[in-house]
């Protein structure tokens, strides 16, 4: 079955460079979700959106931003990198009416010099 | 902060035997998930539990949702090596609610 991908999967940046990443759901999933994952810790959510919009907002920093395309795939732009910055980046997705079942992509491995 | 409280953090034991781990929330939720996250991976769904009391197999594994909503547990009937990662409980607080709490997450590993 079709899963979660997400591009790149590692990425090297320097201190205040952007990056962005690339996330593309599950066939027919219209929710997409964002979460950063610290070393040895669980998942924080970041924020999400819904038929383009967003629909719920967790601990993400001001220099982050995201959008939802028509086609459903998802961008999480970063700006300022900071060394704190380095981290798992997942993107998750589901339909709307099954919010709480997320599915997970391989993730982004995002490194800050 | 840290809404779920999943135990044990870490677990060592021998290939066959039965493993047991829960998450604990003072809190009422609406969705229970684990998952399995392997390194540099991302969490794999293993279990999604939607009702109180429910009960729930994926071949060697079983999850309940607490009948009080605030807990669940997962068991993993006669260990393999392939089941060697880390377990994350997962919630969703309400119905409507996106974003996902998670436990803190149980390391296992299998001694051959």
């Known amino acids: 079955a079709a899963g979660v991908i997400q591009s790149p999967r590692h990425l090297i940046k320097e201190k205040r460079e952007t990056a962005t990443l690339k996330c593309y759901p599950i066939?027919?999933?219209?929710?997409v979700y964002w979460y950063q994952q610290g070393p040895g810790q669980d998942p924080q959510f970041l924020i999400s959106f819904y038929e383009k919009m967003q629909s719920d907002k967790g601990s993400i920093p001001d220099r982050f931003s995201a959008q939802q395309f028509s086609d459903y795939h998802s961008e999480l732009n970063m700006s300022s990198l900071e060394l704190g910055d380095s981290a798992l980046y997942f993107c998750?997705?589901?339909?709307?009416?099954?919010?709480?079942?997320?599915?997970f992509g391989p993730g982004t491995r995002l490194l800050v010099l | 902060g840290q809404q779920l409280n999943q135990s044990p953090q870490s677990m060592f034991i021998q290939e066959g035997e039965d493993v047991s781990m829960n998450c604990t929330s003072s809190s009422i939720f609406n969705t229970w998930l684990w998952y399995k996250q392997e390194p540099g991976e991302g969490p794999v769904l293993l279990i999604a539990l939607y009702k109180a009391g429910e009960l729930t197999s994926n071949g060697r594994l079983t999850a309940q949702f607490g009948i009080t909503r605030k807990d669940s547990f997962l068991n993993i009937s006669a260990s393999i090596p392939s089941d060697v990662g880390i377990y994350f409980c997962?919630?969703?607080?309400?119905?409507?609610?996106?974003?996902?709490?998670f436990g803190q997450g149980t390391r296992l590993t299998i001694n051959p």
């Open positions: 066939p027919r999933h219209d929710t």
């Open positions: 997962a919630g969703q607080l309400r119905q409507g609610a996106q974003k996902l709490v």
């Open positions: 998750a997705s589901s339909f709307r009416d099954r919010w709480g079942t997320q599915y």
